[in-house]
Nanobody
Framework: VQLVESGGGLVQAGRSLRLSCTASGFRLDYRGVGWFRQAPGKEREGVLCISVSDGSAYYADSVKGRFTISRDGAKNTLYLQMNSLKPEDTAVYYC??????????????WGKGTLVTVSS
């Protein structure tokens, strides 16, 4: 099982960025999946997750209306579209599989992460 994120980088506040996460060794659409992030000096937190049971999405309050999650079954890839980025969105973003809540304690597998830096 492997998850590989890409698409991070430096972006100005107000701009957009799309992260990708390509899975190997399993089918993403057969699992709960999500994006997590860890800002400097802070704990890792769930940002957006898709439930395996009904496909519903969980959004952290801080990203509602700005971030969306989607997946492409044919490419076995998960995406995170981030719009209207803010400096407080600066963090390492991780792709992961989750078996329950969108919480780091319920993660099965982690990607290695990709750094997003938002300048003011």
């Amino acid at each position: 099982v492997q998850l590989v994120e890409s698409g991070g980088g430096l972006v100005q506040a107000g701009r957009s960025l799309r992260l990708s996460c390509t899975a190997s060794g399993f089918r993403l659409d057969y699992r709960g999946v999500g994006w997590f992030r860890q800002a400097p000096g802070k704990e890792r937190e769930g940002v957006l997750c898709i439930s395996v049971s009904d496909g519903s999405a969980y959004y952290a309050d801080s990203v509602k209306g700005r971030f969306t999650i989607s997946r492409d079954g044919a490419k076995n890839t998960l995406y995170l579209q981030m719009n209207s980025l803010k400096p407080e969105d600066t963090a390492v973003y991780y792709c992961a599989t989750v078996y329950d809540l969108c919480d780091p304690r319920y993660v099965d597998y982690w990607g290695k992460g990709t750094l997003v830096t938002v300048s003011s």
